[in-house]
Nanobody, 121 residues
């Protein structure tokens, strides 16, 4: 029905930047319907629960307090892709980052497979 594929993770030094991408495909993601999905980024560090990092839902994006001013979520509906620009990275940002798409009304709820981000010197 639908699939999300993340990319862009890797190893970066503290203070560095990365940009994650998440591209949607499948019959439930036409160019129009993608624009109506709530797109979010989550992360899960070892031994911790998965947490919401940022959300794009058509209005102003929202962010976790821990990433405000450093991370920016954006989307290109024509490419059916959502991005997470991460600047001023800290070791505590190390986690597997997941993309999530929820359709209007919540009928469809998709997760990507995750991409590892490691911040270390």
């Amino acid at each position: 029905q639908g699939q999300l594929v993340e990319s862009g993770g890797g190893l970066v030094q503290p203070g560095g930047s990365l940009r994650l991408s998440c591209t949607a495909s499948g019959p439930t993601f036409s160019t129009y319907t993608f624009s109506t999905y709530v797109m979010s980024w989550y992360r899960q560090a070892p031994g911790k629960e998965r947490e919401l990092v940022a959300t794009s839902a058509g209005g102003s994006p929202s962010y976790a307090d821990s990433v405000k001013g450093r991370f920016t979520i954006s989307r290109d509906n024509a490419k059916k892709t959502v991005y997470l620009q991460m600047n001023s990275l800290k070791p505590e940002d190390t986690a597997v980052y997941y993309c999530r798409a929820i359709s209007r009304g919540g009928y469809y709820d998709y997760w990507g497979q995750g991409t590892q981000v490691t911040v270390s010197s």
